[in-house]
């Protein structure tokens, strides 16, 4: 898989500032000026990106009350129907090109996960320059092939996926051609429990898929997102809405502006603290490195006097001979008269 992706105007690589994405989804309470407010809140806040959600409640599923469509999972959703939760949840498509034309204009980059061939179409007319497959879709081979024809940037969310739907999902995007994969970290579960994130599969997707990895982070505060980095996260993807207690189908798990824009700020100091992996010292710890260990003459030494642990020692600052050289220079003579203080030095010793 490609290591180096564009997303829009956004590189995506391991050199590359990481990618934060605020997911607008029903956040906008079907609403047109809330979702705008909300579009222009996530630019202060710091995301480079806005995601929305394609469907409808006919193109994602059925009308049906029939116990299988009953959501009764243990869920914020509990107790309504898959039909009834979407036809709340989604997001006028009529809204989404203007959604997407602001989101350009502030800067930052619009995409959307479709849930059918019909999404997909409306999409490529908006020219979106990615994909999202949501977790439940990352087995929707159809779909996914459909999408991977247009040669352009997925991201699959890993949430409810076994290896073989993630290995299923990625060879057929290489059959087709695209290789532009970010796999996401993620779990279905809203908000996540701390003790279910398992952050440490970032690399582990990574490395098995040889790919860019990152996290759809379904957590509550912003711990989770700023330590994925640390583990190679190059995409962070939150939930985001002006203030929970507006209501709606996603908001008691999604950011407000402060907290996210917290979250931006502790991502990019994490980038600066992680740094390189190459072994080097800073030119700061090169200056420091003069204040390490050396040799000195910690009593004054006569000429012809041998050097013993007594008159010379091991001390800071790093100014004499090398520390690795005491045993060597024990017995040997002083040349001349060596002041209590003196950085030792070769030239100094019979």
Known sequence: MNKEITIGRRKISADSPVFVVAELSANHNHDFGRALEIIHAAK??????????????????????????QIKE???????????????????????????????????????????????????EMDVPAYKIASYEINDIPLIRKIARL???????????????????????KEE??????????????????EQVNLNVIPTLAKTYDCLAGISDHTMGTIVSSAAIALGARMVEKHFTLRRADGGPDSAFSMEPEEFARMVKDIRIMEKALGSSKYTLTDTQKLEHGGSRSLFVVKDIAPGQPLTPDNVRSIRPGCGLHTMYYEEILGKKAKTFLKKGTPLQWEMIE
């Open 44 to 69: 202060e806040a710091g995301a480079d990106a806005v995601k929305l959600q394609t469907y409808t409640a006919d193109t994602i599923t059925i009308d049906c009350d029939d116990p299988c469509f």
């Open 177 to 194: 051609g695209n290789e532009d994969i970010i796999l996401l970290k993620c779990v279905p579960a809203y908000p996540t429990p701390y």
């Open 74 to 124: 243990g869920t914020i959703w509990d107790g309504t129907t898959l039909y009834k939760l979407y036809e709340q949840a989604y997001t006028p498509w009529e809204w989404q090109p203007q959604l997407k034309e602001e989101a350009n204009k502030l800067g930052m980059e619009c995409f959307s996960s479709p849930f059918d061939f019909t999404s997909v179409d409306f999409l490529e």
């Open 151 to 173: 040669r352009k940037p997925v991201i699959f969310a890993t949430g409810v996926a076994y290896p073989e739907d993630i290995e299923r999902a990625l060879a057929v995007c």
